[in-house]
Every structure is written in C-alpha cells, then in structure tokens.
C-alpha cells in the first residue's frame, strides 16, 4: 500500500530568524520538504526523499517530474520566520545556475503564501520600471540599491510568485511559507550593513549577471468565495493552490493520477487524509507527502474548517 508521509524537517539560524517556529529558540528556516529529509513512517521509513526517489521513482515522484528533472526531488518547501529584513538578493534561471555554478545546478524559482503578517509588513519585488543596467550596476556597487527597488505591502494570505532573476528581499514581522525548486543557489547584493562574513558574502557581479530589469513582485489576493481549490501559482516547476473546506462534511477530493506527488501543508484548522486502506492527521503547519501513486484521497476537516496550501508539478 502506498499512502501519504510526513517528513522530519531541518531547521536552520540565520541572523534574521525568530522564535515562531521553535518557541525559545531562535529559527529562521524549517525545510519541511527536502531531498535530504527522512521519512517519518510508512513502509519506506527511515528513507531519505533522494533514496525513496531512487528506490521508486515512478511511484513517489510520478510521470512528470520524472520527465524533467529525472529522480532529482524537484521541490523545495520551507516555512520561514522573519524578525529583520533578509538580505537584497537574486537567484539564476537554470541556464543561468549551469554556466555559473556548474554541472548538476538548478536555477531557483519561487513563490511566497503570507501565513502571519505584522501590520505594515514589506517585501522588495523587482525595480522600479525604468531602472537602466546602468543605474542597477551603479547601485549595487556603490550605496543606493533602496532608491531603485521596488517596496511592496503585504498581508496574511497574499501570496507572490519570485522567478529568477527578480531581485527581493523578506521584510520584519512575517511567518510564510515557500515553494521552490531545489535550489539553494542565492546571490547577496545587499545585507544591510550586517558586518561582512564568511557565511554571508555578497556577490555583486553575480548579481548583476543574473539580474532581469523588467520583473517586478505583483501581489496575488486569494478570492474568499473560489470555492475548494483555487489556483495561485503555475509555472513550468510547480503549481500552488489553495484548498478550502468549510465543514466537517465538505471534504475536498484529490488525486495525484500518477503525475506528480502532491504536498499538502494545512495553515489554518486541524485535518485528515484518508486514502484507499490510510489515513494521516494533520496539524496546522504541519507536511504530508502524497506519493504519486498513492490514488485518489481526500481532505477532511475536523472541525469547523480547514484551509491548505497544495504544491505539485504540472
């Protein structure tokens, strides 16, 4: 029987971390989906994401991952807790993270859901139209990088999709989750004036290199009335929507088909997946892993409610 899985997710500290995700200890990052993330139970407990890939590729992975990227686990997904501005930084295309890193790199496409948001939260997303090659480049290596960004509000449940390419940065006061390729391949422009380190260089001609002027953040509002599933994202590396049920009998019906996994994080309400022969409580912030051939299954709310976040390639 092949059925849904949670993960043991890595934790990492980074300067700008808080203590949302490990209440008294200082955490910036929680990778609850990773190729290097261990099974928490089910027949292939113990397995790492790359070692269950290897071992069943078809089954975990599905046809369509399979065809793009081989038995490499595609995506990435981490919950992050911001307390100070992350640093101005870029990421390549997968040409672009090949010429420049080399064989076997990936290029980093992302997108952010907003799960907690201080009033007045900021992000930076793109330039500011009409910023030249010229004025970035003067930018980025003299001290006004700020006066050509673009500052963008958001709020709790606003998601925004970040291809590479676009320069950005997390503002203060934010809980959220992010889906991207697997890719750590990330290019510092600016920090802030934090003291210069060897964990946290700046690569500024990188930058440059990789930098596309004509991209900007747009701010993406989830309706209140979609329905069960709405679509946020889609992109060639992964889709995003937003699943909704409104009571303990509007179940929510899915099913991988064999095409791709699906990852389902719940962010509001308690839940269960129930599969032919499984089933799997979920708890707010909480992963399941749907393999590709795990069949058809559903999203049942206990309670009042749920909502989730769905993440699959397409």
Not at 197 to 217: F, K
Not at 269 to 294: C, E, F, I, K, M
Request: charge should be negative; proline fraction near 6%.
């Amino acid at each position: 029987m092949i059925s849904a899985f949670t993960l043991i997710p890595e934790y990492r500290d980074y300067v700008w971390g808080g203590q949302r995700l490990r209440p008294g200890q200082l955490t910036a990052e929680a990778w609850i989906v990773y190729e290097g993330d261990r099974i928490q139970a089910g027949p292939w407990a113990g397995l790492t994401l790359v070692e269950a890939a290897a071992q069943h590729p078809t089954e975990l992975l599905g046809r369509v991952p399979l065809a793009r990227t081989g038995q490499r686990f595609p995506l990435l997904i981490k919950l992050l807790d911001c307390a100070q501005w992350l640093s101005v930084q870029v990421h390549p295309n997968d040409a672009q993270a090949l010429a420049l890193e080399g064989p076997g790199q990936f290029g980093k496409t992302e997108a952010w859901h907003f799960l907690q948001t201080e009033p007045g939260a900021e992000i930076l997303a793109g330039l500011k139209p009409g910023t030249t090659s010229a004025a970035l480049a003067q930018a980025v290596r003299g001290s006004g990088l700020l006066d050509v960004v673009q500052r963008v509000s958001v709020a709790t449940g606003d998601t925004v999709f970040i291809p590479a390419g676009m320069l950005h940065a997390l503002g203060p006061g934010m809980l959220l989750y992010e889906v991207q390729q697997t890719s750590n391949i990330t290019y510092r422009v600016y920090d802030w004036d934090r003291p210069a380190s060897a964990g946290r260089p700046l690569h500024l001609e990188q930058s440059l290199a990789v930098t596309n002027l004509a991209l900007s953040g747009q701010v993406i509002t989830a309706a209140a009335d979609a329905g069960a599933r709405q679509a946020l994202i889609h992109c060639p590396y992964f889709t995003l929507e937003q699943l909704a049920s409104q009571g303990a009998r509007s179940a929510v019906p899915l099913d991988p088909r064999g095409e791709s996994f699906q990852l389902l994080t719940l962010t509001r309400g308690s839940a269960r997946l129930t599969g032919a022969g499984w089933g799997l409580d979920l708890a707010p912030l909480q992963t399941a892993l749907v393999p590709a051939a795990a069949g058809a299954y559903q999203l049942q709310p206990q309670g009042d409610g749920c909502r989730a976040l769905l993440a699959y390639v397409a």
